[in-house]
């Protein structure tokens, strides 16, 4: 009959459900957490899996995105929980589960649902997204022979500007084909040397580093003690300068080694022309796994994104692209989805200066005082950006420079460092 694996960390339950099953014929393996249920996954190979959802180390979801982030999958995957939602339920088998079974639970309901989950044949994994995929792009070729020539010489490497989804892409491109992936994140339970052993020649992945807990950052620090002994590389990724985490009361040795190999995640505010390119490439990629309908976009549409100023740069870019995907009404995404989605409030916008006052003023001062005012619209709108306030107002950056000197416009420090 079947291997299966029991994961939960009720002792009353797993033997519950050890008897039962092995009356049914089944080999039985018990885990009562996250780190034994790895180990199992790893020495067993089981034929299911009946895994828990909340748990006291790493809890069951997280553990079903990290076999799949890692290609360890490969067995169908039955969800349970005292506790469960509808929402529960629908992460889960968006995840990767099969099934979804609610505490208590019933015999007939178990057996049920055993028999039809061996029934089951799981689908091959498909590759995460890379930034392989974006090859015709010359903004993230480049990044990508960036981000291959640091990794080659170091174990340590910071995105900056980056987090999410996009910093995830970039990782991804540097891990190579069916090594182990293990997210520091996912969990707040310490981390071991046995969970380093498990991910031996493989990433370890940090999205945001500024949502990191005290224990996650101890975590960190544990890893990053024994990166060479288990053959590890470490990919972590910042929107922010490291200087805000030591504002947030970072260990400043902790600040100073994950900054000392970066790569800087290149501003879309610069290459509008690459936008079209990268979306459809996205899209293409969230049909592929199923992760959203069949869905194409139209000539318009992709220009309606080149055009569009992206304040959240890259994971608004990415976030946009989903959600036009799952909001769009017809196949082919139109110009009027993309103006729906990415419509901003009119109060988000700073709101236009009076021009009466100027039509009291000789020509040449009217014409000094409206450059100010439409030069400081501009550039709070923008948020300082100097890409963006000058493809806006139409100038060459030298030019602007020039100009908002003449007009007694001080930038600071803050405006650079928005570049």
Not at 257 to 273: M, T
Not at 405 to 411: A, D, I, T
Request: hydrophobic fraction near 45%.
């Amino acid at each position: 009959m079947a291997q299966i694996l029991v994961v939960d960390d009720e002792m009353g339950i797993r033997e519950l459900l050890s008897e039962i099953l092995t009356d049914e014929g089944h080999s039985i393996a018990l885990a009562e957490n996250a780190a034994a249920a790895r180990m199992a996954r790893s020495e067993k190979r089981p034929d299911l899996v009946l895994l828990d959802i909340w748990m006291p180390d790493t809890d069951g979801i997280s553990l079903l995105k990290e076999w799949s982030a890692a290609g360890l999958l490969t067995m169908p995957v039955v969800m349970m929980s005292g506790h469960g939602t509808i929402d529960s339920a629908v992460e889960a088998t968006r995840v990767g589960a099969i099934d979804f079974l609610e505490k208590p639970i019933a015999l007939q309901k178990l057996l049920t649902t055993v028999k039809k989950a061996l029934r089951h044949e799981v689908s091959p994994q498909k590759p995460p997204l890379t930034l392989d995929a974006f090859a015709r792009s010359p903004l993230l070729k480049d990044l990508k022979k960036r981000l291959e020539q640091a990794a080659a010489k170091t174990s340590v490497l910071l995105l900056k500007s980056a987090s999410g989804s996009i910093a995830e892409i970039c990782a991804r491109t540097l891990q190579a084909p069916k090594t182990p992936w293990l997210d520091l994140s996912s969990s707040s339970a310490p981390l071991t040397q046995e969970m380093l052993e498990n991910t031996a020649g493989g990433i370890l992945f940090i999205a945001d580093l500024m949502l990191l807990g005290k224990l996650q950052q101890k975590n960190l620090v544990y890893a990053l003690e024994r990166l060479e002994k288990n053959n590890l590389q470490l990919f972590v990724a910042c929107p922010r300068s490291l200087s805000a985490l030591s504002e947030a009361g970072w260990d400043a040795a902790l600040v100073a080694r994950l900054g000392e190999v970066w790569v800087a995640l290149p501003q879309l505010a610069g290459h509008p022309d690459d936008v079209p390119e990268i979306a459809a490439l996205v899209l293409a990629h969230l049909v592929e796994r199923n992760e959203v309908p069949s869905r194409q976009f139209s000539t318009g549409a992709l220009n309606a994104l080149r055009l569009h100023h992206w304040p959240g740069e890259w994971s608004e870019l990415l976030a946009a692209v989903k959600n036009l995907a799952l909001s769009a009404l017809e196949d082919e995404i139109s110009v009027d989805d993309v103006d729906t989605l990415l419509r901003r409030d009119a109060g988000d916008l700073p709101k236009p200066p009076p021009a009466l006052p100027l039509f009291n003023q000789p020509l040449r001062e009217a014409r000094e005082a409206f450059e100010r005012l439409y030069f400081e619209h501009h550039l709070k709108s923008e948020r300082g950006n100097m890409t963006r306030v000058a493809d806006r107002t139409g100038l060459e950056r030298t030019h602007l420079y020039r100009k908002l000197k003449q007009l007694g416009l001080n930038l600071g420090r803050r405006s650079e460092e928005q570049e």
